[in-house]
């Protein structure tokens, strides 16, 4: 069966940088997007970046874009997302999530337990 699993995250100051790390199993890691999803205090869960199949494509949410960076390494299978600039709205559980097909556009099906970011001083 599908399992992702996070880690990475802790407590860090504000302007701090994180590193995320998931591993993945019980599927063809190299032939799925995967992406990273975050849930914020009083907020619903949120897309933050996606990656295609093969790394070649990658999209970022607003809030993400010139900070964060997903990445992946298909011969660990393991995905990762880099955060710098951290500020404190970036505080919530950040989530590890398998695409239904090798290109971001279709979506995610499956999510990790996730792993607590907490940006604080």
């Known amino acids: 069966q599908v399992q992702l699993v996070e880690s990475g995250g802790g407590l860090v100051q504000p302007g701090g940088s994180l590193r995320l790390s998931c591993v993945a199993s019980?599927?063809?890691?190299?032939?799925?997007?995967m992406g990273w999803y975050r849930q914020v205090p009083g907020k619903e869960r949120e897309l933050v970046a996606g990656?295609?199949?093969?790394?070649?494509?990658?999209d970022y949410k607003d809030f993400a874009k010139g900070r964060f960076t997903i990445s992946r390494d298909s011969a660990k299978n393991t995905l990762f997302l880099q955060m710098t600039a951290l500020n404190p709205e970036d505080t919530g559980v950040y989530f590890c999530?398998?695409?239904?097909?090798?290109?971001?556009?279709?979506?995610?099906?499956?999510w990790g337990q996730g792993t607590q970011v907490t940006v604080s001083s």
């Open positions: 990656i295609s199949y093969n790394g070649a494509g990658t």
């Open positions: 999530a398998k695409g239904t097909m090798s290109r971001t556009s279709g979506g995610y099906h499956y």
């Open positions: 019980g599927f063809d890691f190299r032939a799925y997007a």
